[in-house]
């Protein structure tokens, strides 16, 4: 059954969560409005049992726990991981370039994005801006101009004849978005564009000299929708911020009788190697913070158990020969188990035993899913976190279509179902 309430605030958050920065916000105004309390990295810390806390780091990563108040630390904690970056195309630090009374905006394509998705569409911007408030005061702003204000033109059919047989996409030429037309006078300048939605989201700040941005183009359309009985989601973004959305939900509800932990962290769609990446110290951390003795630290992690939560393919319709025949995958049939011999996905036959029993539990029925033989297979955070911290994990996520395309689409009943398998994990006893 379509969970119609889940769905409609999962679109919320798609929608208002453009970027990590927004992303990461978002989780942390959510946490925080169900008793968690605000950490810093840079402050000393003091934990209680039976507390909930969210830590985020440079905007683009955040990690949430619930210190169990039944359990103690040896006991293991119950891990979700997701990321908050989605493929799209993000603005070069000098984005002005002007032609035929065009300001077009110098774009670098972020992660591994279906670009012909990006053409036509009504895109607008959303990103952070490093920017002096008054006494020289250097403020990390977060933007968002919503509403629809770029294009990416396609050329007509009348002067490309060859468009639908052989279509190559130039990323240097062909993909920056058209900003403004000089009707009369100058053209705005980007930097101008900025600063004026900078002083309209924040008329208490004296907006002065711009030195940086992290600026990124999204789609603009809500999510919605879509099949004769409403059967399919379409929307930006599903990929990863499904995942993000379920683990932040289930957390929240999971209260804090248990030993839980989120973490959602960025750069996922170019290797994770980063500051706030998967691979990033910030889980170590968190986690050295908690459990400070080393040798309580690895009975506990040896104890506990992650499930990585990242959107899986399901099987086009129109490309059955893309999947393995022996392994269909269809939307509205629960959360896909990803495996991969060659350990692109972290899941073993024990981690993925211990998923199937929690689908039993919570009555979900569950999807297996591996790469054709003879194509390469994607990868996640799963394998990095279970590297890092050596601790059991299950590869999993809702079945998708479409996966980095500028629209994706899941099944309207799959956010709930991979949802109540996630409330039965941060609920079981044991993993061990
Ligand atoms: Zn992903």
């Not at 899913?369 to 994990?393: E, Q, Y």
Request: with cysteine; glycine share 6%; charged share 20%.
């Amino acid at each position: 059954m379509i969970n119609d309430f889940f769905n409609k605030e999962l679109f919320s958050y798609l929608q208002s969560s453009p970027t990590p920065f927004h992303a990461v916000e978002n989780i942390e105004k959510y946490l925080l409005r169900h008793n968690f309390s605000l950490l810093r990295e840079s402050e000393r810390w003091q934990l209680e049992r039976g507390q909930s806390y969210v830590v985020s780091r440079e905007n683009g990563a955040v990690i949430a726990f619930s210190l169990g108040k039944n359990d103690s630390s040896e006991q293991g904690f119950r891990i979700l991981a997701a990321h908050t970056d989605s493929p799209c195309l993000q603005i070069k630090p000098i984005a002005d370039i002007e032609g035929n009374s065009f300001l077009k905006l110098g774009v670098e394509v972020y992660g591994g994005c279906l670009l012909n998705s990006w053409f036509d569409r009504d895109l607008s911007l959303a990103g952070r801006v490093c920017c002096e408030t008054g006494n020289s005061k250097l403020d990390i702003l977060l933007i968002n101009f919503e509403r629809p204000m770029l294009t990416i033109p396609s050329v007509a059919i009348h002067l490309d004849r060859e468009a639908n047989k052989n279509k190559t996409i130039h990323q240097q030429y062909h993909l920056p978005p058209i900003i403004a037309q000089k009707i009369s006078g100058q053209l705005p300048s980007f930097d101008s564009i900025l600063k004026k939605q900078l002083e309209s989201l924040y008329p208490e700040k004296k907006i002065g000299a711009i030195f940086s941005f992290d600026m990124f183009c999204y789609d603009s359309q809500q999510p919605a929708y879509l099949g004769h009985n409403k059967e399919i989601i379409s929307g930006s973004r599903l990929d990863n911020l499904l995942s993000c959305f379920v683990g932040m939900t289930g957390l929240a509800a999971a209260g804090n009788s248990h030993n839980n932990l989120l973490i959602c962290s960025n750069h996922e769609e170019n290797g994770s190697v980063s500051s706030t990446g998967a691979s990033s110290s910030f889980i170590d951390s968190v986690l050295e913070r908690i459990i400070p003795d080393p040798v309580t630290r690895r009975i506990t992690l040896h104890n506990s158990f992650l499930v990585s939560m990242d959107n899986a393919h399901a099987t086009h319709p129109n490309f059955k020969d893309r999947s393995d025949p022996a392994h269909k995958i269809y939307l509205n049939k629960g959360p896909v188990i990803k495996t991969n011999a060659n350990q692109r996905y972290a899941t073993s036959s024990i981690s993925s035993a211990r998923y199937k029993q929690l689908c039993i539990a919570a009555n979900v029925t569950s999807q297996e899913f591996v790469m054709r033989s003879d194509m390469p297979c994607g990868s996640t955070v799963g394998p990095i976190i279970a590297a890092r911290l050596g601790i059991k994990t299950v590869d999993v996520g809702a079945p998708t279509l479409a996966m980095h395309s500028i629209r994706e689409h899941t099944g309207a009943e799959d956010p709930h179902l991979f949802y109540k398998t996630i409330c039965q994990f941060l609920k079981t006893d044991s993993f061990h």
